[in-house]
């Protein structure tokens, strides 16, 4: 929450200084970059991709072909917009579309609804949009008129929002449907057309008929719980249960895993600028944290660079933790101070066009490693590289997890740190798995899935020495073997204690192995001391 609060307040600052820059232009033209006389070893981020329009509307409209034969002719598919979040009040969070609505149409405003019908001869793909309303643009901007809207995403036939319930209705009752001519915004067919023949609609509602219609929507995959982020989904479907029958309900989610898994070259594109501007992030915060006293002076440079770069977001909240706060997993209260002879964990990945990058380093805040965080670094390292030599076509994340967690175990042993490999010991200070997969979601859909060229996952191995690991005993620990455990390593756990190390990477497989999507960021031990000593040198 704080974040967010953060993220307006740096917002309104960039705001402020940029209606000033055009207010006065002799005096304040100077563009931010060479204003914050950045070094010249920091790597700009390259311009942001553009596509050309017609391949870009040809992926979506394949895409959509692809959610259509999957589905089926007897099928329906419901696509709602996300409803806006609440911040506080009546201050929102800023809109950010349903992931899997906007990977098929692009739209990014609220209150549009998409209906897929494959069955359908005349209106397979009916958009629901609200009608512009001068009124409601002058507070909250603009709105999509039609054309703009069929101009982004490709769908011909769009309809007013308001239509969407009686379509609905008229489709519970088995009926066809085509509003009156006011209420059609687009569409392909001559204005007359009539209500005849079904109107398309004959291979669905036959199908009902015979009670095999099936309504696509997305649903919680967590059963008997309210979904987190398709409760309204599941009101729909939860009404449409009790009053429409022919049509059994459908989970449209595995339809999307399986395709959001596999990136087109379109997709890797913008996913290569959210790392790529993430990257300038990252080495702008390491050549800032020389002089900062407190973490979020770090985080402040994260921020920045975000909006300097136009990236809509985080992909989620920054993490940002100095010397034992990096052994917090998801530390984002960011308001430790930055001490000079502790490690710096720094968790961050921008958000751009719906995808997010995700990546942390571990980096000396003094520029230096010690001989002990170098150890405890090198053996993360190593565990990297681990996950890399396993990353290939046919892997899975359980397979690099495997080989990553091999590396750790062995290192901690050698630390003194666990006293037997094969045990669980090592959970106590890496409690999380090397990879999940990357997306339009940091943690993104996919499962158990077998490596193919064009997925995207993360490396991100860690050792967390917290001070109060020994505090409690772990679950399913005996007293006596914790007892014996605990004496055993001490005296590596008071050397060690208060060093946090993650390194995260994101990796692309590749047609024999795997690309490190974020390589251009300093990783080994002399990378970072190098890049750090020329970044901060040429800003003195
Ligand atoms: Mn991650």
């Not at 890399?388 to 899975?396: D, E, F, I, V």
């Not at 339009?440 to 996952?457: I, L």
């Amino acid at each position: 929450m704080s974040k967010a609060l953060k993220f307006r307040v740096v917002f309104a600052a960039i705001a402020v200084c940029a209606t000033l820059a055009v207010v006065m232009p002799a005096s304040f033209g100077v563009s931010a970059e060479s204003k914050k006389n950045v070094a010249p070893i920091i790597r700009t981020t390259p311009a942001a991709p553009v596509f050309d329009e017609k391949e870009r509307l040809a992926e979506l409209s394949q895409r959509r072909a692809k959610v259509a034969q999957s589905i089926g002719p007897k099928a329906m598919l419901i696509m709602l917009s996300t409803e806006p979040r609440v911040y506080a009040n009546d201050v929102e969070y800023h809109y950010r579309q349903e992931n899997n609505l906007y990977y098929l149409t692009n739209l990014k405003q609220r209150n549009a609804t998409l209906v897929v019908l494959p069955g359908n001869t005349q209106t397979p793909e009916i958009l629901f949009l609200p009608r512009r309303n001068p009124g409601a643009e002058t507070w909250t901007g603009h709105m999509y008129g039609a054309e703009e809207a069929n101009g982004i995403s490709g769908v011909q036939e769009i309809w007013e929002a308001s239509e969407f319930k009686p379509f609905i209705e008229a489709i519970r009752n088995r009926q066809p449907y085509r509003p009156k001519t006011e209420n059609i915004l687009m569409s392909p067919l001559p204005a007359e057309t009539q209500m005849t023949n079904g109107n398309g609609f004959t291979a669905l509602l036959e199908a009902a008929g015979k009670g095999e219609a099936g309504l696509y929507m997305l649903m919680s995959t967590a059963r008997d719980s309210e979904s987190r982020e398709y409760k309204y989904e599941q009101r729909f479907v939860t009404d449409w249960v009790k009053s429409a029958s022919g049509y059994s309900v459908k989970n449209a989610w595995p339809i999307f895993v399986e395709m959001r898994l596999r990136k087109s070259p379109m997709e890797l594109r913008i996913l290569q600028h959210a790392i790529d501007i993430s990257t300038e992030a990252h080495q702008r915060a390491w050549a800032a944290a020389g002089d900062a006293k407190w973490e979020y002076e770090v985080d402040a440079e994260m921020a920045y660079t975000f909006k300097l770069r136009n990236a809509d977001n985080w992909g989620y909240p920054d993490i940002v933790g100095c010397g034992p706060n990096a052994t917090t997993l998801h530390y984002e209260t960011s308001q430790g101070p930055v001490k000079r002879g502790d490690l710096l964990l720094m968790d961050v990945g921008a958000e751009y066009g719906h995808y997010t990058a995700d990546i942390t380093r571990t980096f000396p805040v003094n520029g230096k490693f010690t001989p002990d965080q170098a150890t405890v670094y090198q053996i993360v390292y190593d565990a990297q590289e681990a996950v890399a030599r396993a990353s290939k076509p046919g892997a899975t994340l359980s397979d690099v997890n495997r080989a990553g967690t091999e590396v750790v175990k062995e290192g901690l042993l050698k630390l003194g740190l666990i006293t037997d490999k094969n045990s669980n010991q090592h959970r106590i200070w890496f409690m999380h798995g090397t990879s999940h997969w990357l997306g339009m979601n940091v943690h993104d859909v996919g499962g158990g899935a077998k490596f193919e060229p064009g997925m995207t996952f993360t490396n991100e191995p860690g050792i967390y020495v917290r001070l109060d690991a020994l505090d409690y005993i772990p679950f399913g620990w005996k007293p006596e073997d914790w007892e014996k455990f605990k004496t055993a390593i001490r005296p590596a756990f008071e050397r060690y204690k208060g060093v946090g190390v993650r390194i995260e990477d994101d990796m692309l497989i590749t047609a024999d192995g795997v690309k490190w999507m974020s390589a251009a960021l300093p990783r080994k031990i002399s990378e970072i001391e190098d890049f750090i000593a020329k970044a901060r040198r040429a800003s003195e």
